[in-house]
């Protein structure tokens, strides 16, 4: 039995031309292109006192790799996961404020032109989450979420 609706949606055909910045990284000459409003929606809830350290580090690597195309995303995947590889997130962070400084104006654009303000990083939390840096949650962990006392969290 079909139900009658009066809600019906479709996406727009538009072609967005997101901005994009080279970079080098530790040899190998990439080009990063500005993610999706949603991946920046993910990144501001990543700041919220309450997040998990998990939500954080998900936020900032989702921002990371979805940025890139499919090569060069494998490749920091491969080097964040090899144990003999000696690439760590702190040295990653600069980038990820480097990227998030260039593309912030762009999104903001872009959320005043859809309404949707929330979505764009303002100027005071342009800077990746860093897990070791942050204060504990003043209110309990989520279910099932695990927590990590703050010495602990950068390891």
């Not at 993910?42 to 936020?59: G, H, I, K, M, Y």
């Not at 032109?113 to 942050?134: C, L, S």
Request: proline residues 7%.
């Amino acid at each position: 039995m079909a139900k009658d609706t009066d809600l019906v949606y479709e996406t727009t055909e538009r072609v967005r031309v997101r901005p994009e910045k080279t970079f080098v990284f530790d040899g190998r000459e990439i080009t990063a292109t500005c993610p999706k409003q949603a991946v920046w929606a993910d990144l501001l809830a990543a700041e919220d006192e309450d997040a998990t350290d998990s939500e954080v580090f998900r936020a900032v690597r989702t921002f990371l790799l979805t940025s890139l195309d499919d090569d060069d995303s494998q490749w920091f995947r491969r080097r964040l996961r090899d144990r003999r590889d000696s690439l760590e997130y702190d040295d990653i962070a600069p980038l990820l404020h480097d990227l998030i400084e260039i593309w912030a104006p762009y999104m903001e654009e872009q959320a005043l032109e859809v309404g949707t303000e929330d979505v764009a990083v303002p100027a005071d939390r342009r800077r990746p989450a860093n897990p070791a840096k942050r204060t504990p949650a003043k209110t309990p962990p989520k279910r099932g979420a695990a927590r990590r006392s703050p010495a602990r969290r950068a390891t």
